[in-house]
């Protein structure tokens, strides 16, 4: 099994919401948060900002942590082919400057504040549903149940 830590930011500004367009290698686009992998010895809180920055030139401010989902990823739809678990904390993050650009030499493209209502209609990763939920329920235990993946919905 693999096992990563990573810290999402869920950027709303009134109905909108901040997405990044993940480009897979192979496979798929899929839209996501701005967030990713928690460095050797790197704090979440700094991981998310400096996360933010990279993937879309803008740079943030934690406003408060919304909590934590862990998920499997079996190993027949992994893409190394083994099974994956990731730990994602999940923080809300006010933009607060900077201006939106593609990540250099990355695998996320295209930032786009996006109208939370047109979200359902995107092929997304099931971090995005979990994210949203989190920031618009801010439920007392920081966990909100399964998101179901098929469909539009991705691991």
Do not use: K
Request: proline letters at 6%; charged letters at 20%; aromatic letters at 4%.
């Amino acid at each position: 099994m693999s096992f990563r830590l990573a810290a999402y930011a869920v950027c709303l500004d009134g109905e909108r919401l901040l997405l990044t367009r993940h480009i897979p290698s192979s496979g798929d686009p899929t839209w996501t948060l701005p967030g990713g992998r928690v460095e050797h010895a790197e704090d979440p809180y700094d991981a998310v900002l400096r996360e933010l920055a990279e993937e879309t030139g803008c740079r943030g401010e934690v406003v408060r942590l919304l909590g934590v989902d862990s998920r499997v990823i079996p190993a027949d739809v992994a893409r190394a082919g083994v099974e994956h678990q990731n730990v994602g904390i999940f923080y809300g993050v006010r933009v607060i400057g900077g201006r939106l650009r593609a990540e250099p030499d990355g695998a996320t493209a295209e930032p786009t504040w996006t109208p939370v209502g047109a979200v359902a209609d995107l092929r997304r990763s099931s971090l995005v549903d979990v994210g949203l939920a989190m920031a618009l329920t801010r439920p007392v235990t920081g966990h909100v149940a399964t998101v179901p993946v098929g469909g539009l919905i991705q691991h």
